[in-house]
């Protein structure tokens, strides 16, 4: 079983929708980081969190370490928020990365 | 991200030539850390050093890959030689062990080995 699973793998919303993305994990983790990456491009840093909920501008991440799950929304979405959505865990004092799979987000104007 | 720079961007080669990969990172940051992107794989740690000292390298094939970083900007990647199963996107990313802890990619070194 893979550490970190997310959920779905692929998203087609209309522009306007509330978009969620999740992401479970199943070991001890220091931090968890929300990556982006449009096609062909890449890799931006969303968020890392290791407790409760930040926000930048249309974009939240929550997170619930009891339940080891987060969540990542996206409201009022745009068809510029296409892209791939990346969920990673760092773990101890490694500070390295284990990576989902991605949910690929298509966001139709 | 402006802070890691990766060159080349892209890179076509023939099976059997050697393939260095770049990263010049900004000074400040004391983890940097090589991946591969496949479309069957997703992303894998190949390798990574702290303070330019390599800590972990177990992800990489040993007998053509080697990693090193000669000084505090500069980290390499080399495939030598290089085979159409490497073809993939390389990531650096840098963080800031004891820091804030965020990591930062470079935009990729996209490798087609023919």
């Known amino acids: 079983k893979n550490e970190v699973e997310q959920s779905p793998q692929n998203l087609t919303a209309q522009e306007g929708e509330f978009i969620t993305i999740n992401c479970s994990y199943s070991v001890g983790i220091s931090a968890l980081h929300w990556l982006q990456q449009h096609p062909g491009g890449g890799i931006v840093s969303l968020f890392m969190l290791s407790s409760g909920k930040k926000k930048h501008g249309r974009l939240i991440a929550t997170i619930n370490i009891q339940e080891k799950h987060s969540s990542l929304h996206i409201t009022a979405s745009h068809p510029r928020d296409s892209a791939v959505y990346i969920c990673?865990?760092?773990?101890?004092?490694?500070?390295?990365?284990?990576f989902g799979k991605g949910t690929l987000l298509t966001v139709n104007p | 991200d402006a802070r890691v720079t990766q060159t080349p961007r892209h890179k076509v080669t023939e099976m059997g030539q050697e393939v260095t990969m770049r990263c010049q990172p900004i000074?400040?940051?004391?983890?940097v850390f090589w991946y591969r992107q496949t479309m069957m794989q997703g992303l894998e740690l190949l390798a990574y050093?702290?303070?330019?000292?390599?800590?972990?390298d177990s992800g990489m094939p040993k007998d053509r890959f080697s990693a090193e970083m000669p000084d505090a900007t500069l980290a390499t990647l080399k495939i030598q030689p290089s085979e159409p199963r490497d073809s993939a996107v390389y990531f650096c990313a840098i963080t800031n062990a004891g820091g804030a802890n965020e990591a930062f990619f470079g935009q990729g070194t996209r490798l087609t080995v023919v």
């Open positions: 050093f702290r303070n330019r000292a390599p800590l972990d």
């Open positions: 990673a865990l760092s773990r101890g004092s490694n500070y390295k990365l284990t």
């Open positions: 000074l400040g940051h004391n983890t």
